[in-house]
């Protein structure tokens, strides 16, 4: 069984890689799903967040879990008062 052996963010490549010890690597392509799940700059900065301060909770987001009902349930978006 392989055993996680590191999760962090790479930023030259903007991927998420987690490193496991039989040697082989996953790399999440953190703009490729922004560009698919995000639909605001609000739920960007809810990924982005994720990303810089709990990778491993993004991964398991990304890879496990769904992203889109994630940022439904979590994205706040402030209303503009017009009156």
Do not use: H
Not at 69 to 83: A, H, K, M
């Amino acid at each position: 069984m392989k055993k996680l052996i590191s999760c962090e963010f790479n930023i030259d490549t903007a991927c998420v890689e987690l490193k496991y010890s039989d040697g082989s690597i996953i790399s999440i392509n953190c703009t490729a799903v922004e560009d698919e799940v995000a639909n605001s700059r609000f739920q960007r900065s809810e990924l982005d967040w994720l990303i810089y301060n709990d990778p491993l909770s993004y991964a398991e987001l990304i890879l496990n879990a769904d992203p889109e009902e994630y940022l439904r349930t979590v994205t706040n978006i402030p209303q503009l008062d017009f009156d």
